[in-house]
């Protein structure tokens, strides 16, 4: 059956990683087209702060699923799998390879398995876990778990902070154990055979790179592109105005804090986030990790996987 699923590259990894750059040389050595599995790039407006690729950067591939809605519109893993489905079956059928590009680990995961019906989330919810986890720590909230949902706490580590609190999460919302919940589902729509690529990037180096990314940012204009989408409408209490990046310098624009400040600030919350990207993936039994750097053996696990 596998065999005659259709094949999806799949590259991810943390922010900074390499991902975009990587992708437009597999897409040119493949004839491939990107389809972009970042939460943010989906946005209009919001190109600096989501370290989108301007398009002379993209070598004249084409890219899916970037810019298709405006800050104050919903986007979620859910309405990107409905965006995502019928442009990788009409590629499919054209023979055209797809490369889904992308940090957005529960975007990858909803492509590839399916999602779970699921009450909305709810961000006063979610945010007091993040706090409670901030302060006390994850085994805090490992041990709720383990009292609450003893089969889920034996699949998750003690460490595993995402996943713990989407857990706990779940069974505020559903009232029903996450165990339960994602056993009646398995994550098993599954509709493609995936090479799924992830990249490892020694932490040192990674975090040197978004240092830099963070300042480049800054010279590029990160306050003018916020200080515009104040100006259009686009509140600060808007999801994607509250990303890293766009709510520092929000902060800023208010005197929250000054801009030495702001940079500390987003490299500080962007390391955080890389980590969180790197334990949500590491937990992908599927993930292959690569090193961005070895061209050679990743292009040789492409073509392979391609034959």
């Given at each position: 059956m596998t065999e005659e699923l259709p094949k999806l590259l799949i590259l991810s990894g943390p922010t900074a990683s390499g991902k975009s750059e990587l992708a437009i040389e597999l897409a040119s050595l493949l004839g491939a087209e990107i389809l972009n599995a970042d939460s943010m790039q989906v946005y209009r407006g919001m190109d600096i702060g989501t370290a989108k690729l301007p398009i002379p950067k993209r070598g004249g591939i084409t890219h899916h699923l970037i810019d298709i809605v405006d800050p104050d519109q919903e986007f979620n893993a859910a309405l990107f799998r409905s965006h995502a489905l019928p442009i990788i079956d009409d590629l499919s059928r054209r023979d055209i390879p797809i490369i889904v590009v992308g940090g957005t680990g529960l975007y990858v995961k909803a492509l590839l398995g399916g999602l779970f019906s699921c009450p909305p989330s709810q961000r006063e919810l979610r945010q007091k876990l993040w706090e409670e986890c901030e302060d006390k720590g994850s085994t805090y909230l490992y041990e709720r778990l383990c009292n609450l949902d003893s089969k889920a706490a034996e699949r998750i580590h003690p460490t595993d902070a995402i996943r713990i609190i989407r857990a706990l999460e779940v069974l505020d919302l559903t009232g029903r154990p996450f165990s339960e919940v994602t056993d009646e589902h398995s994550f098993s729509d599954r509709r493609f055979?995936?090479?799924h690529l992830c990249l490892f990037v020694e932490r040192e180096v990674l975090y040197d790179r978004?240092?830099?990314r963070t300042l480049s940012m800054i010279d590029a204009g990160l306050v003018g592109e916020v200080e515009g989408l104040l100006r259009m409408g686009y509140g600060p209490e808007l999801k994607p105005m509250k990303a890293i990046g766009y709510r520092h310098i929000v902060g800023y624009l208010k005197g929250d804090w000054d801009l030495d400040e702001v940079v500390r600030l987003?490299?500080?919350?962007?390391?955080?986030?890389?980590?969180r990207q790197i334990t949500w993936f590491r937990a992908d039994p599927e993930v292959v990790w690569v090193n961005p750097d070895d061209r050679s053996e990743i292009i040789h696990m492409v073509r392979a996987f391609r034959q």
């Open positions: 055979l995936p090479l978004i240092n830099s987003i490299q500080r919350d962007t390391k955080r986030y890389a980590k």
